[in-house]
C-alpha cells in the first residue's frame, strides 16, 4: 500500500497564505495522478484541485480557484498546494490522495483515488 504523508497544515489569519506538501513513503509519485481533498467541520469531503502525472494539466473546484495552486515536483516525489488569500471558509482538513494512471488524465472525485493521506489540519481566524 501506498503511504502518504501531508504536511504544512497550521493556523493562519484570513488573508495569509500555506503550503501544504504530500510525499509518498518509499516510493516515486511519477505514474500517479494526484489531487487535494478537504472536510470542513460538519460537512462532507470535497474536490479540491487534481493534477495529472506531469503536472501539465490540472483542475481546481469553484471555491479556490485563482486562490489555490497544486503543483508537483516528480524529481522530489512531492506533490504541493499553494494556498493565498486565505478565507475562513477554507478552515478544513486536508487530504493527499493518488491514484496510479497509464496516461495523462486527472480526476475530480475521491472514488477515483486508490491512496490517501492521513490529512492535515488548515485553520484559518478571522
Known amino acids: 500500500q501506498v503511504q502518504l504523508v501531508e504536511s504544512g497544515g497550521g493556523l493562519v489569519q484570513a488573508g495569509g497564505s500555506l503550503r501544504l506538501s504530500c510525499a509518498p513513503s518509499?516510493?516515486?509519485?511519477?505514474?500517479?495522478?494526484m489531487g487535494w481533498f478537504r472536510q470542513p467541520p460538519t460537512k462532507e469531503r470535497e474536490f479540491v484541485a487534481a493534477?495529472?502525472?506531469?503536472?501539465?494539466?490540472?483542475s481546481y473546484a469553484d471555491s479556490v480557484k485563482g486562490r489555490f495552486t497544486i503543483s508537483r515536483d516528480n524529481a522530489k516525489s512531492t506533490l504541493y498546494l499553494q494556498m493565498d488569500s486565505l478565507k475562513t471558509e477554507d478552515t478544513a482538513v486536508y487530504y493527499c490522495?493518488?491514484?496510479?494512471?497509464?496516461?495523462?488524465?486527472?480526476?475530480?472525485?475521491?472514488?477515483?483515488?486508490?491512496?490517501w493521506g492521513q490529512g492535515t489540519q488548515v485553520t484559518v481566524s478571522s
Open positions: 518509499g516510493r516515486t509519485i511519477i505514474n500517479y495522478a
Open positions: 493534477i495529472n502525472r506531469s503536472g501539465g494539466s490540472t
Open positions: 490522495a493518488a491514484t496510479p494512471t497509464p496516461g495523462g488524465a486527472y480526476y475530480l472525485r475521491a472514488i477515483s483515488y486508490d491512496y
